[in-house]
């Protein structure tokens, strides 16, 4: 394995344009071996969708000279932000979709992490899905980290063993996000949401307390499609609970959160993980009958105005998920 990592290492060059995914599916081995040989990633301008409260990486430790680009700030950017070797992209997952289908953001080498092959020699994408199919079809070439870890999700698209340059094999554990203790404040939250969401209604919900507490709440409820940007730890309560349909596909980009729910999405094929250039598009998205998202902010004024990327004077999040007015608010 080290030395496929550094034969990987070593074929890419100072300038070039990386993608790498966050959520599980980030290349933690390749991370950790950049940091222990900083020289190998110099001059690399490296573009991840690191998830805030999932992937901790710290990208300070990588070459001087190597640049990270991505969606989200966090604190832990903010140093690296100060000194130029930071930039947060100011859009959404559908802006940066359309970036990239413009050509507006092209990459040299996309590095995915996967599923070790199967007797077809496709391997599965796995947890995360998000900008990888967009990326690999935007791209120079592809390097392939076949993680032993990676579960094969059945509703997950897979990739082509042969359409990497190179691969390398890898045993790590993949990020999680652990949502904690539900405060009251949260469930109280929802408490005054969940008379909004009746049976049927096609939902979407994104990753906090609220929106935990939220469809611990909506056990009750039937026939509910999920249809958004993730599948959270929630979402194997509403399944527990029969609150979901079971005649039409659950629809997101990623599975976010703790290692129990990668383990049962392995055999779920009503959950489909795809790109965010469909889970995210403005127009399918108002397109569908019945359509309820939630999503928390930090701060809301008396003028409904949200804050979504700041507190206490610091960047903490970005664009990330937020829809468009074309999706009609209740």
Partial sequence: MVNDLQRMMSALTPGERIFISGGAGEPTALLEAWASEPERC???VITSSAIPGMNRFDFSRLHPTARVRGLFMQPAFATLQRSGRFEQIPTSYAGFSRLIRAQAQTFDTVIVQASAPDASGRCSLG??????????SHCKRAFLLMNART????????VALKDFSLTAETDTALPTYAMGPIDEASKQIARHVAPWIGDGARLQTGIGKVPGALLHLLRDRKHLVLSGGMFGDGTMTLEAAGALSTQNPH??????????????????????LRGCE???????LSAVQNFIAVNSAIEVDLWGQCAL??????????AGVRLTSRVRRA
């Fill in 42 to 44: 110099g001059g690399l």
């Fill in 251 to 272: 629809l997101a980009c990623a599975l976010v959160g703790e290692a129990a729910l990668y383990d049962w999405a392995r055999e779920r094929s009503a959950f489909h």
């Fill in 278 to 284: 469909q889970t995210h598009d403005p127009a399918q």
């Fill in 309 to 318: 990327e700041h507190a206490s004077q610091a960047a903490v999040s970005g």
């Fill in 127 to 136: 947890p995360t899905v998000e900008f990888l199919p967009l990326a690999l």
């Fill in 151 to 158: 579960a094969r999700v059945a509703g997950a698209p897979s």
